[in-house]
């Protein structure tokens, strides 16, 4: 796995690993980022994220934030 995530919300880092691939709320509809994503950079509407590690499934629900995603690099910004 070359895809990492984190997770930060203004309280802590909820997230700092590798995954497979993660779902998150776009404000245009939901979308889901794997390896070798294009930059993007997203508002997040409510709703839940999902990723899986090589543990399985995890989620977390939040009420918005931004998504970054570069170089296979996929940072969350969000509020719980």
């Not at 997770?7 to 070798?36: C, K, M, Q, W």
């Not at 990723?51 to 989620?59: D, L, N, R, V």
């Amino acid at each position: 796995m070359s895809l990492r995530l984190k997770i930060v919300t203004p309280e802590r880092v909820a997230y700092d690993g590798d995954i497979v691939s993660v779902s998150v709320p776009g404000s245009s509809g939901s979308f889901e980022i794997l390896e070798n994503h294009a930059p993007i950079i997203s508002a997040l509407d409510p709703g839940t994220v999902e990723y899986t590690t090589a543990g399985g499934k995890q989620e977390i629900h939040i009420s918005g934030g931004f998504v970054e995603v570069k170089k296979n690099e996929v940072s969350l910004c969000v509020e719980l």
